[in-house]
């Protein structure tokens, strides 16, 4: 179930539904349903707010709902609230920030995830011109797609000793027009070789920084 199908919770369902999962999308806004109806399993219009609406709906019988409400901080505290009540065992909900993130997990939420604040991470990492793809995880790592540095350049991932000198590991390797490839020690790495590396946040940012 997704509740708000803005760009945030449109996305959600979107991807969901092609994944092949049944999706329940709800929204207050009649025109934004509609538009919905031929793209998810089923599409209602309803106050999430209240929870008689959402237990008519049959809500709790869902194992997930994802509450994807943008701007209306007291809609999204109280369906959150209301999903809880109702013994959803699974909710995530998107936060603006931090205050609202807080008050979401103290209302029932049991995921609250910061999509605006992890793209613009995300973006001024990719900004820099040394990274072409980042994802940094809760506990400080994070996977990075990033050029082969130069001296690592007609040598062996052994040779490099990369993960003793930089603290990271290199995971896999994507050479130009060829399959990507798990890293092995007896990995050769060439000029415009692409590697996925991976590590504490801040030594895979260094390790970047060098390509």
Same mark, same amino acid.
């Given at each position: 179930?997704?509740?708000?199908?803005?760009?945030?919770?449109?996305?959600?369902?979107?991807?969901?539904?092609?994944?092949?999962?049944?999706?329940?999308?709800?929204?207050?806004?009649?025109?934004?349903?509609?538009?919905?109806?031929?793209?998810?399993?089923?599409?209602?219009?309803?106050?999430?707010?209240?929870?008689?609406?959402?237990?008519?709906?049959?809500?709790?019988?869902?194992?997930?709902?994802?509450?994807?409400?943008?701007?209306?901080?007291?809609?999204?505290?109280?369906?959150?609230?209301?999903?809880?009540?109702?013994?959803?065992?699974?909710?995530?909900?998107?936060?603006?920030?931090?205050?609202? %993130?807080? #008050? +979401?997990?103290?209302? @029932?939420?049991?995921?609250? !995830?910061?999509?605006? $604040? &992890?793209?613009?991470?995300?973006?001024?990492?990719?900004?820099?011109?040394?990274?072409?793809?980042?994802?940094?995880?809760?506990?400080?790592?994070?996977?990075?797609?990033?050029?082969?540095?130069?001296?690592?350049?007609?040598?062996?991932?052994?040779?490099?000793?990369?993960?003793?000198?930089?603290?990271?590991?290199?995971?896999?390797?994507?050479?130009?027009?060829?399959?990507?490839?798990?890293?092995?020690?007896?990995?050769?790495?060439?000029? %415009?070789? #692409? +590697?996925?590396?991976? @590590?504490?946040?801040?030594? !895979?940012?260094?390790? $970047? &920084?060098?390509?």
């Amino acid at each position: 179930m997704v509740i708000g199908l803005g760009r945030f919770g449109g996305a959600v369902a979107e991807s969901l539904a092609r994944l092949g999962h049944d999706v329940l999308g709800i929204d207050e806004d009649a025109a934004l349903v509609q538009s919905w109806a031929d793209r998810l399993t089923h599409v209602v219009q309803a106050d999430t707010t209240n929870g008689d609406t959402l237990r008519r709906l049959g809500v709790h019988e869902f194992e997930r709902a994802v509450v994807g409400i943008g701007t209306d901080i007291e809609a999204s505290v109280l369906t959150v609230l209301a999903l809880s009540e109702l013994g959803v065992k699974d909710i995530w909900a998107k936060a603006l920030g931090e205050k609202h %993130g807080r #008050i +979401l997990e103290r209302t @029932g939420a049991h995921h609250v !995830v910061y999509p605006e $604040a &992890a793209m613009g991470e995300r973006v001024a990492h990719l900004v820099t011109g040394k990274m072409i793809d980042f994802i940094e995880f809760d506990d400080g790592f994070a996977i990075v797609k990033t050029m082969a540095p130069r001296e690592a350049e007609g040598r062996t991932l052994a040779q490099c000793a990369l993960r003793s000198k930089y603290g990271v590991t290199v995971v896999g390797v994507k050479r130009p027009r060829a399959d990507f490839t798990y890293a092995k020690p007896e990995t050769t790495i060439q000029q %415009g070789d #692409i +590697l996925i590396v991976s @590590g504490p946040t801040k030594l !895979v940012e260094a390790f $970047a &920084a060098i390509t």
